[in-house]
Nanobody, 124 residues
């Protein structure tokens, strides 16, 4: 079992930046694929970004491509989501997810472990 804890959310003005972190409780996380998803009020959870176990492969939703960057530090069992040029439509609860697969995936059903989420609010 792996526990995931997100941090770094908050309130920011449009055009600003935030950096989310996802810390895992076990060293085995370093061989897990990881991803970020988000859910806005009244909407379904949607894919944001994913990264393979070694960081060589990344995927992004079209809506965040060029603005968000996913990365990881396996020595610290942590995955990051750097969010730049934020827009009001990025407002959502952001969730970190992980799976004991080496390959990154864009579907939420591919992930077995989830964090509790962190709120990101972008004001216009």
């Amino acid at each position: 079992q792996v526990q995931l804890v997100e941090s770094g959310g908050g309130l920011v003005q449009a055009g600003g930046s935030l950096r989310l972190s996802c810390a895992a409780s076990r060293r085995t996380f370093r061989i897990y694929a990881a991803g970020w998803f988000r859910q806005a009020p009244g909407r379904e959870r949607e894919f944001v970004a994913a990264i393979s176990w070694n960081g060589d492969t990344t995927y992004y939703a079209d809506s965040v491509k060029g603005r968000f960057t996913i990365s990881r530090d396996n020595a610290k069992n942590t995955v990051f989501l750097q969010m730049d040029s934020l827009k009001p439509e990025d407002t959502a609860v952001y969730y970190c997810a992980a799976d004991n697969s080496l390959v990154a995936a864009t579907e939420s059903t591919s992930y077995n472990y989830w964090g509790q989420g962190t709120q990101v609010t972008v004001s216009s």
